[in-house]
């Protein structure tokens, strides 16, 4: 089999490779010559853990091929996948489909001038109920009936893991009515039949909405949970308690109930806002949808408080120290991370923000000028009156206590992920903030000024 991706982003490289892998000779196209120059030259454009080596092994293998000639992708090809990005359109939220409907028109007029070849055209990016339909209309209009497919196959893997969830799925979602894309996709995720994933055949509309309704009931869950720490707060009940009390219950899952600073990344807020949007255009409000958006946007904007809360309620000439910026570990991916919507207020209030993350400084700087880029987790914390933990990367769940309490000015952790436990980090000496949980009684020994504060 031989398949093009067009988008060599986070979801197509990670699916062109993880293909090649099955087996399928593949092309990877992108329109930014420089990714393309990158992978040509063995370097991967994004930090996915496990990704490098699997690009090495099948570009070597030459089943896996980078190029930006979208005509030699397609030559001879039994399907193409499309994974350009979806963003949220400026201003009211809706999908922003120029992308996809560019690479359609793009693929049907590049196939029109290619010996007839039967191609399943795939729709792999996150797109609105009616997209694949409006695919199928601008293939038409380039192209006799009988010489394309149209299939939509959402992905549902997760940035920091995507490897594993792309080669070992909970289930792959198929929307077609053709009898030949699904043979084709089929044959395609085969390895994956082997190890008795199932396979969800629907139509277009349905899988276009299952990755919808998907996303949308991910994030409400982590709402839900966040409002449960709210509460915990106040009755002095331990959230994690809680989530593992309810997530015990088969009904639930323990999944997804992790208390934070609400929900970002390159998903969640825009597929819940183009979701809602979605619903209003078919007359039917998704209310719950809307909430979780709002509930969650101020939420992400409210730990801001919280920390200026822990610093004595002023952080003018304070220094912070912050660290993980991305909006979850093991990827270098800002969209929407909590941190772009907690630490401007904190600069804009006079602080100084002295920041460490393993991988996503680099479109931090471009995103977050105005912090102090540090070396590392300790550098991070040198002379900082409080030390915030944003993003659970592995790396900061078993920092030296000893040298933070040397290297802060002041004990104070404000810990938005959980890492840590209250008991642990009082006996340690800290004035331990987290989510959720009751603070432990303040340190013995402090200073009346920082008693006061606790
Ligand atoms: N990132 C995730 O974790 C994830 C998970 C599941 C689904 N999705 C969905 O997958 C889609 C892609 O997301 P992403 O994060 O990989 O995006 P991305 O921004 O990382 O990658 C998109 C790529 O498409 C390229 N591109 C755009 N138009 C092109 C064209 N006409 N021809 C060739 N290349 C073109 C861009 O240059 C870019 O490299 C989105 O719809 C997203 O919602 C993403």
Redesign the pocket.
């Known amino acids: 089999m031989r398949i093009a991706m067009?988008?060599?982003?986070?979801?197509?490289l990670v699916s062109g490779a993880c293909f090649s892998e099955f087996g399928v000779s593949v092309t990877c196209?992108?329109?930014?010559e420089d990714?393309i120059a990158r992978l040509e030259r063995g370097e991967v454009p994004?930090y996915e853990p496990g990704l490098d080596q699997l690009v090495a092994v099948n570009k070597a293998a030459g089943r896996l091929a980078f190029t930006t000639d979208?005509k030699a992708a397609l030559d001879g090809a039994d399907a193409v996948f499309i994974?350009?990005?979806?963003p949220s359109r400026r201003g009211d939220g809706h999908a922003d489909l120029s992308?996809v409907f560019?690479?359609a028109a793009?693929i049907a007029e590049t196939l029109a001038q290619l010996p007839a070849n039967r191609t399943v055209v795939v729709t792999?990016?996150?797109?609105p109920v009616g997209t694949g339909r409006r695919v199928e209309h601008i293939l038409s209009l380039h192209l006799p009936a009988g010489a394309y497919d149209v299939a939509s196959n959402?992905?549902?893997?997760?940035?920091g893991s995507?490897i594993q969830d792309f080669m070992r799925p909970d289930r792959v979602v198929i929307g077609t009515d053709s009898e030949h894309a699904r043979t084709v996709l089929r044959a395609l995720y085969r390895p994956l039949y082997l190890l008795e994933t199932p396979v969800l055949f629907t139509t277009i509309e349905t899988a276009e909405l299952i990755?919808y309704a998907a996303n949308a009931f991910l994030a409400a869950k982590i709402t839900f949970i966040n409002q449960v720490a709210d509460l915990c707060e106040s009755v002095g009940a331990d959230v994690q308690d809680v989530a593992r009390g309810i997530g015990l219950d088969g009904r639930i899952g323990r999944k997804f109930l992790h208390a934070g600073p609400g929900f970002g990344?390159?998903?969640f807020p825009?597929?819940c806002a183009a979701l809602v949007r979605t619903a209003e255009e078919a007359g039917k409000r998704l209310t719950m949808v809307e909430r979780v958006l709002e509930i969650n946007d101020s939420r992400k904007r409210g730990m801001a408080d919280r920390i200026v809360a822990a610093c004595g309620g002023d952080v003018a000439g304070k220094t912070i120290a912050v660290l993980g910026l991305t909006f979850k570990p093991n990827t270098d991916?800002m969209r929407e991370s909590p941190s772009l919507s907690i630490l401007p207020p904190l600069i804009e209030a006079g602080a100084t923000i002295r920041a460490f993350d393993p991988e996503g400084m680099a479109e931090s700087k471009k995103l977050l000028p105005e912090l102090e880029y540090c070396e590392d987790a300790y550098d991070a914390m040198i002379d900082a009156d409080a030390l915030v933990l944003l993003t659970e990367w592995n790396e900061f769940r078993a920092l030296d206590l000893a040298r933070i309490k040397q290297l802060l000015r002041r004990p104070i952790i404000v810990d938005l992920r959980n890492i840590y436990q209250p008991q642990e980090m009082t006996e340690a000496g800290f004035i331990y903030h987290s989510v959720g949980r009751a603070m432990a009684e303040p340190p013995a020994g402090l200073s009346a000024n920082l008693r006061a504060i606790a």
Do not use: H, N, Q, W
């Open positions: 067009i988008g060599t982003g986070y979801v197509g196209v992108d329109k930014d990714k994004i979208l994974a350009v990005g979806t992308y560019a690479a793009e792999k990016s996150t797109v959402p992905e549902f893997l997760r940035e995507a990755k990344g390159s998903c825009k597929d991916d």
